[in-house]
């Protein structure tokens, strides 16, 4: 994912979090919001919880793939995925799947 489609200030992730408008499931939470810009933009979130960082990153890296495969990037929405303790529990098709079904619930809203 190119660095353009990436949410990445701290004022961004608020404005999208405090929009208020999210689907949520075990493994992830989503927040969306329209944006004024052409294209769409995906942040990543990983408690501390999860573990260190290296095992942070590898969660991120694997989310971002899973994103840039799922959310359309022509759409002008901006998105906050947060990752809960339960991603770790599953296996990564489990994951894309879920993270698939939340999804296609933010197309229906």
Do not use: W
Not at 24 to 41: A, C, M
Not at 81 to 104: D, G, M, P, W
């Amino acid at each position: 994912m190119k660095v353009k489609y990436r949410v990445k200030s701290h004022e961004d992730f608020q404005k999208i979090i405090y929009n208020n408008k999210k689907v949520s499931s075990l493994g992830y939470v989503i927040y969306f919001k329209k944006n004024e810009i052409e294209n769409s933009r995906v942040g990543i979130s990983t408690s501390k919880k999860l573990g260190n960082a290296v095992v942070r990153n590898r969660i991120k890296r694997q989310v971002r793939v899973m994103a840039r495969d799922i959310i359309p990037m022509k759409k002008n929405m901006d998105y906050v995925i947060i990752v809960r303790n339960s991603y770790l529990s599953r296996t990564y098709q489990q994951n894309y799947a879920e993270l698939l079904k939340l999804a296609s619930k933010i197309k229906e809203d």
